[in-house]
C-alpha cells in the first residue's frame, strides 16, 4: 500500500472490483477487510439485527460509496456514506477536489459537552429555585457524577449546571445539566445524570418533576468548519458569484434556507448513516440549531473574497466513536476502518466538512447550468443503467 490518500484519480470510472483495488493500494483496504466489502452483504447479520432493534424480519441495505479528496486540517480521509440519492458521494467528491487546490477544509470541535434537561412545573418559588439550584451546583453535579462513574474515571462527567424560568406564573422551570461524554454520542449518560439528580433538583425546585431527558440540541457541543475555493476552480468569476448570492438567499429566506440546509446536511447524514451515527438526533439539532435565535438561518455561508470564495459552518453534532451500533455493526466498524479519525471530535469536523462540500457542489450545480439539465443527464444514465460518471446534477 502506499500512504494513506482520500486522492485516487478515475476511481467512479472502475468496476467495484476496481474500485476495492484502488482502496487497497491508497487507503488500506486489504484482507478482512477488502473480502468484508466483497462479501458481506452490509455487515448487519440477521442475528446482530434481532439484537439491535424488534420484530426484526430482515436487514435493509443501502449503496455505500465513499467520497474521495477530502483534506481535513491537514489530514486525508475517505469518508463512507451510505445513501440512496444518485450524485451525493459524487457532489462531495468533486467539491473536495477544489477546496482540496486551496488547502482543504479547517475546523475545531467543542469538547462534548451534552444538555440534559429536568423539568419542573407548579414550582412555588421559580427565580428563588434557580438560586437555590446554582447555590448547591457543586453537590447536584456530584450526585450526577456518581451516576457515570466509569466516565468519571476516564475524565469526563458532569460539567455545569444551568437553571431556565420558561414560565414564572405557571412555575415551569428547567435545569439543564451539561455533560462530557468523551468520544460518546452520550445519550444514555445523559439521560443517567438527568434522571440521577432529579430528587435532589426536586427538593430545592419543588412543584412536579417532569421530564428528565437530554436535549437533541446540544449547543455546547459544536463543530465550526470553513474553507476556500477559487473561481477557477469553481468554473470562473461568474459561477463564484452566484454561489455567493445563493447564500444570502438563504440568509433572507426561510423557504430557500431549508433546502440550502437539506442541500448541507446530504452529505453529513450519508456519512452519518455509514458511521452507525443517529441521523435523526443530529438532523434535529441542526435544525433546532438553524432556528435559533428568530427566524431560520442556513447552516453554512459562502462570501466572496479576492480572486474565490469562503465557506463557513457552525452547527451542534452528536457524534460518537464508541458505543451503539459503532461496536455491534461490522459494517460501521468498517466503515471507521475507511474514514480513519482518532476520536469523536475529529469524525464531528470531518462531517461537517462533508456537508460543507455537499453544499458548495449543490450551490455550484444551481449557480450554473441549473439542476435539471443534470437530473435529465442522470435519468437517461439510470435508465441506461450505465458505469456511473460523475455527470450528475451537482456535477
Ligand atoms: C437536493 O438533494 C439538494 C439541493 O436541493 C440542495 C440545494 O438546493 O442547495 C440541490
Not at 45 to 52: F, I, Q, T, V, Y
Not at 119 to 134: K, N, S, T
Not at 198 to 225: F, M, T
Not at 357 to 367: E, I, T, W
Request: proline share 3%; hydrophobic share 45%.
Amino acid at each position: 500500500m502506499t500512504a494513506y490518500t482520500s486522492r485516487i484519480s478515475g476511481f467512479y470510472r472502475g468496476s467495484v472490483a476496481q474500485r476495492l483495488d484502488a482502496l487497497s493500494e491508497h487507503a488500506g483496504v486489504a484482507g478482512e477487510l477488502r473480502s468484508f466489502f466483497e462479501d458481506d452483504g452490509g455487515g448487519l447479520s440477521l442475528e446482530a439485527a434481532d439484537r439491535m432493534s424488534e420484530n426484526v424480519i430482515g436487514v435493509h441495505g443501502l449503496p455505500l460509496g465513499v467520497a474521495l479528496n477530502f483534506l481535513v486540517n491537514g489530514v486525508e480521509h475517505v469518508v463512507p456514506m451510505a445513501v440512496e440519492e444518485a450524485s451525493v458521494v459524487a457532489a462531495a467528491s468533486n467539491a473536495a477536489r477544489m477546496v482540496r487546490e486551496s488547502g482543504g477544509f479547517h475546523g475545531h470541535a467543542t469538547a462534548a459537552i451534552m444538555t440534559g434537561q429536568v423539568q419542573f412545573d407548579g414550582a412555588p418559588d421559580p427565580e428563588g429555585a434557580a438560586a437555590r439550584v446554582m447555590a448547591h451546583r457543586e453537590a447536584i453535579l456530584r450526585l450526577g457524577d456518581e451516576a457515570i462513574p466509569r466516565m468519571v474515571e476516564r475524565g469526563y462527567g458532569c460539567r455545569d449546571l444551568d437553571v431556565r424560568v420558561l414560565d414564572a406564573a405557571e412555575g415551569v422551570v428547567v435545569v439543564h445539566v451539561y455533560v462530557d461524554v468523551g468520544d460518546a454520542m452520550g445519550a444514555n449518560m445523559v439521560d443517567t445524570v438527568a434522571e440521577a439528580i432529579a430528587p435532589a433538583l426536586h427538593e430545592l425546585v419543588g412543584g412536579l418533576i417532569g421530564l428528565r431527558i437530554l436535549s437533541n440540541l446540544p449547543s455546547r457541543r459544536r463543530v465550526s468548519v470553513r474553507c476556500e475555493v477559487t473561481d477557477e476552480a469553481v468554473g470562473g468569476a461568474a459561477v463564484a458569484d452566484g454561489i455567493a448570492r445563493a447564500s444570502r438567499f438563504a440568509s433572507l429566506d426561510p423557504f430557500r434556507a431549508c433546502t440550502h440546509n437539506k442541500g448541507f446536511m446530504n452529505g453529513l447524514d450519508a456519512a452519518a448513516v455509514a458511521l452507525g451515527q443517529d441521523w435523526r438526533s443530529i438532523e434535529a439539532g441542526a435544525h433546532a440549531w438553524a432556528a435559533t435565535g428568530g427566524g431560520y438561518r442556513p447552516l453554512s455561508t459562502w462570501k466572496r473574497i479576492p480572486g474565490g470564495l469562503r465557506g463557513e459552518a457552525e452547527l451542534p453534532l452528536a457524534v460518537g466513536t464508541v458505543g451503539g451500533s459503532t461496536r455491534a455493526h461490522a459494517g460501521v466498524r468498517a466503515a471507521f476502518e475507511l474514514v480513519r479519525v482518532a476520536d469523536a471530535r475529529q469524525l464531528a469536523v470531518v462531517l461537517a466538512s462533508v456537508g460543507l462540500a455537499s453544499n458548495l457542489a449543490a450551490l455550484r450545480a444551481l449557480a450554473g447550468e441549473g439542476i435539471q439539465r443534470g437530473h435529465m443527464r442522470l435519468h437517461h444514465r439510470k435508465e441506461e443503467a450505465a458505469e456511473p460518471e460523475a455527470g450528475t446534477w451537482m456535477k
